[in-house]
């Protein structure tokens, strides 16, 4: 591991929440004041929940506001349109767009949609978009079972960009549930890839639960490997995990 990587282990996940909240919030208002936009990179699942309701709740108490802020998520679900309510982009609506002050021309997320030709070029734009924004300044992170960030399953370099990816067999097990069976879950998505996530200029990633002990050990001890693509934060200036009690329990 190297010294640049740090691990916070907080009793629970509210805590860990409430505490990356207020950083967030207070990287955000640092920003603003500097008089540009600050740039967020987002991500989906469980695990960021009770993350976005903590910046809901900052926003609702007047500490935060999105209206300076410009995000780009991670991933999409390739097939699926952004009214499906498994789509990242139904997600991102519902559980913080909605109810924060962000301008909906701010918000990037892939679109899962694109198909045959036109993808390699949705994604190259999605790259020049986040170049133009200058940048993530913030870039939130949750693992997978595989350990991938984003959905870089193993063997994503780490040098790969947004793109097209196939999601690994653990991944759409993990899915499974949500999607009311394992054949409902899309088999490929487009996602950030290692190199895009890793030009951040500050990352966190989150892990809850005991289910997720083993591949946060293996991402922050393990070798440096594009088959656990967290690994590759090992050699990230600023990345922080923040684990509750059971994810840091193999540590
Ligand atoms: C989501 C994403 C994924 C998830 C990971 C963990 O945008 O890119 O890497 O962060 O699959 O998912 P949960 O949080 O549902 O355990």
Redesign the pocket.
């Known amino acids: 591991m190297t010294e640049s990587l740090s691990v916070r282990v907080f009793a629970d996940r509210s805590d860990a929440c409430r505490t990356l909240a207020a950083e967030v919030a207070s990287l955000v208002r640092r920003i603003n004041d500097s008089g540009r936009p600050a740039v967020l990179g987002l991500?989906?699942?469980?695990?960021?929940l009770p993350f976005y309701a903590e910046l809901i709740r900052l926003h609702r108490e007047g500490e935060l506001s999105f209206s300076k802020v410009i995000t780009f998520?991670?991933?999409e679900y390739l097939g699926l349109p952004g009214t499906h309510p498994e789509s990242?982009r139904a997600f991102m609506q519902r559980e913080l767009f909605a109810q924060v002050d962000i301008l909906p021309e701010n918000v990037h997320i892939p679109d899962g949609m694109v198909a045959g030709e036109a993808l390699e070029g949705h994604c190259g734009a999605y790259e020049e978009a986040i170049r133009a924004a200058g940048g993530i300044d913030f870039q939130l992170?949750?693992?997978?079972r595989t350990g991938?960030?984003?959905?870089n399953e193993p063997g994503s370099p780490r040098q790969s960009r947004t793109r097209m990816v196939e999601l690994d067999p653990v991944?759409r097990q993990?899915a499974a549930p949500s999607f009311g069976g394992l054949e409902q879950v899309p088999t490929h998505a487009i996602?950030m890839g290692c190199g895009t996530i890793l030009e951040a200029r500050k990352i966190a990633l989150l892990a809850w639960g005991a289910g997720k002990a083993a591949i946060v050990r293996e991402a922050l001890t393990g070798p440096i490997s594009d088959q656990v693509s967290a690994s590759f934060l090992q050699e990230h200036p600023d990345a922080t995990f923040y684990l509750d009690a059971e994810a840091g329990s193999a540590l």
């Open positions: 991500a989906t699942g469980r695990t960021p998520n991670l991933d990242y992170l949750g693992i997978g991938h960030i984003g959905f991944t993990d996602s």
